[in-house]
């Protein structure tokens, strides 16, 4: 193959492609992948056409619904998902983001009772291009360079 | 059935601030009432406010109810570290609805879900504060007879202030408003509520002073200019005098034309507008008390 990665292949699972350098940890953290018994390996500043550079992670065996995965479209919205069988690619899909993120993300707000109470946090998107979203309870807006995972 | 709370005033529609101002004249004529006859309410207040508390307090009394809770949080069990969730959990099965102020932005929202009672947020940090909201509809309603065709001129803090950011949200549900800003760029109004106006075609106009365009005026809604809300001191010297409600301002402006201010004024209306017919702000503060008895009533469905 003349398009070798640098990550090696797996038989099943999933391959998370196309996601930028900086927020590799940020997937992972969103994803839980710490707590995966799967193999995983995952690659750092690969050459892309489309970035530049990017990430690429590699789950074997373990299969994503869009609920699961879309999370991640609040770091990564141009991530791709590629579904391997037999070392072959039988469905690839993009990450959409949800209406509502609950539960993965801080609010920013220092005074919102999210950040005091063992409460999880519920966002509304109100704007996907340059990710806004505003927090159910404080009612103030976090936007994508403020946002930290919880 | 479904649990009605108030925690932002956009949690109400148009034909509940209406019929919040039909039955807040009726209170208003009726006041003393036994609606809340063999009821309780919980007044928590994680923090103190003594006029908002009093205004409640007054309005429960009104009712015929009886009332529980606790007037800042040192004298409570929040003070040994309880949770706002239990704290919420043990009142909800005591009271028949709870009224809380807390610093905590959201505070209000979340005590909502975690109570099988209806909450009022009454003040949740700089967030909302919805019953003063509905007490100044009421006195615009009262005092111009409609809400509709309204020109309003907000002035002072119009960044951080939240009464008039609610204010906006809840007048703008009305035929035809027309907003005048009166802000210091510094504490201009934020543009997220001027996109808001912009989308549902609604008019305003911003200006540094208001001297010469006053005679416009349905309602002036003055609030506070607050020297911490200032980076630079000198820019607050500047600017401090502009703010000034003064009775000398006020003889050309509308005979229809009323103040309001949520108070407590510290100098943002000079105590010689005081005894001028046009101050509303007194009334205004009693007319609290009558929209609060509505809230409470339509809240339990007892009206
Ligand atoms: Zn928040």
């Known amino acids: 193959m003349q398009k070798q990665l640098n990550v090696s292949a797996i038989k099943d699972g999933t391959v998370i492609d196309h996601i930028p350098t900086k927020v590799l940890f940020k997937v992972i953290q969103i994803l839980k992948l710490e707590d995966f018994p799967n193999t995983i390996t995952f690659g750092n500043n690969l050459d892309s056409k489309v970035l530049g550079k990017k990430a690429i992670i590699k789950i074997a065996n373990r299969y994503f619904e869009d609920e699961e995965v879309n999370k991640i479209a609040l770091v990564a919205p141009n991530a791709k998902l590629n579904t391997i069988r037999n070392y072959e690619v039988v469905e690839k899909r993009v990450v959409k983001i949800p209406e509502e993120i609950v539960g993965i993300v801080r609010c920013f707000n220092p005074k919102c009772i999210t950040n005091a109470e063992n409460i999880p946090t519920r966002f509304q998107i109100i704007n996907e291009k340059s990710i806004e979203m505003k927090c159910h309870y404080c009612e103030k807006i976090t936007n994508e360079n403020e946002i930290r995972i919880k | ?303």
């Open chain 2, 1 to 303: 059935m479904n649990k009605k709370n108030l925690i932002s005033i956009t949690d109400f529609s148009k034909e509940e601030y209406l019929k919040i101002m039909e039955l807040s004249r009726y209170f208003e004529e009726n006041p003393n009432q036994s609606l809340l006859k063999g009821k309780v309410i919980a007044t928590l207040f994680f923090e103190p406010s003594t006029r908002t508390r009093l205004s409640f307090e007054t309005a429960i009394s009104r009712l015929g109810g009886k009332i529980i809770g606790f007037s800042d949080s040192n004298s409570s069990s929040v003070s040994k570290g309880e949770t706002l969730h239990d704290t919420i959990k043990m009142v909800s099965n005591y009271a028949d609805l709870i009224i809380m102020r807390h610093p905590l932005e959201g505070s209000a929202r979340y005590a909502a879900e975690v109570s099988d009672v209806p909450v009022i947020n009454a003040g949740d940090g700089a967030n909302q504060h919805p019953s003063q909201t509905l007490l100044d509809l009421y006195s615009i309603m009262k005092t111009q007879g409609k809400l509709d065709n309204i020109n309003l001129f907000l002035v002072g803090d119009l960044k951080y202030g939240r009464t008039v950011h609610s204010l906006l949200m809840a007048m703008s549900q009305f035929e035809n408003p027309i907003f005048n800003f009166v802000a210091p760029p510094e504490l201009a109004m934020p543009d997220e509520y001027k996109l808001f106006l912009r989308q549902k075609g609604i008019r305003y106009f911003e200006h540094l002073e208001f001297n010469d365009i006053i005679n416009q005026a349905d309602i002036i809604y003055m609030t506070r200019v607050q020297k911490e809300r200032f980076i630079d001191p000198v820019e607050y010297e500047k600017v401090k005098n502009v703010y000034i409600l003064k009775n000398e301002m006020l003889a050309q402006t509308k005979p229809n034309m009323r103040i309001l201010h949520p108070l407590p004024r510290i100098n943002e209306i000079h105590t010689n507008v005081d005894s001028n017919p046009k101050a509303y702000y007194f009334t205004q503060a009693l007319n609290g008390v009558y929209t609060r008895m509505a809230i409470i009533s339509h809240l339990l469905n007892l009206k």
